[in-house]
């Protein structure tokens, strides 16, 4: 993941990271892209939090998550839905303004799963991590 990161960043164009926070992948990547930017670059870039709508953990502890993120976003599409529809309304959205698709997909259902046959069909880019690291 950080050398994927590490890429991105010395492209030379500003680089939006757009990440969730619904499981272990996101906090792994959010974790790494504030490790390479501190470690190599954070001039060009920013960590933006794309919430589906406001949740109690992000309402409680708004200091934290502004502290954490470069910015926090409410999905306008997701919030007006039902909260297990959000989700997947959120990923969409995402996928839609990316460039490029990194995620860990090992199976063949789920959100995850979801997104990365959205982005597929899409066009864009996509770098599955499960893939490279069963190489």
Do not use: W
């Not at 680089?15 to 926070?21: K, N």
């Not at 499981?23 to 490790?35: E, I, L």
């Not at 303004?97 to 995620?103: E, G, S």
Request: one cysteine or more; a positive charge; hydrophobic letters at 35%.
């Amino acid at each position: 993941m950080e050398q994927h990161i590490r890429r991105l960043l010395s492209g030379g164009r500003y680089v939006e990271f757009l990440v969730g926070r619904n499981g272990v992948f996101d906090q792994f990547c959010c974790s790494a892209v504030r490790r390479v930017r501190s470690q190599y670059r954070d001039d060009n870039s920013a960590l933006i939090l794309v919430l589906p709508y406001i949740t109690a953990a992000y309402r409680n502890n708004r200091e934290y998550y502004e502290n954490y993120y470069s910015e926090i976003e409410i999905s306008e599409g997701a919030s007006r839905v039902h909260p297990k529809a959000a989700i997947g309304i959120r990923n969409r959205e995402m996928v839609d303004r990316a460039d490029l698709i990194i995620c860990y997909v090992d199976r063949q259902n789920g959100g995850a799963y979801e997104a990365m046959q959205y982005a597929i069909r899409q066009g864009k880019p996509t770098i599955n991590l499960a893939e490279e690291t069963n190489r």
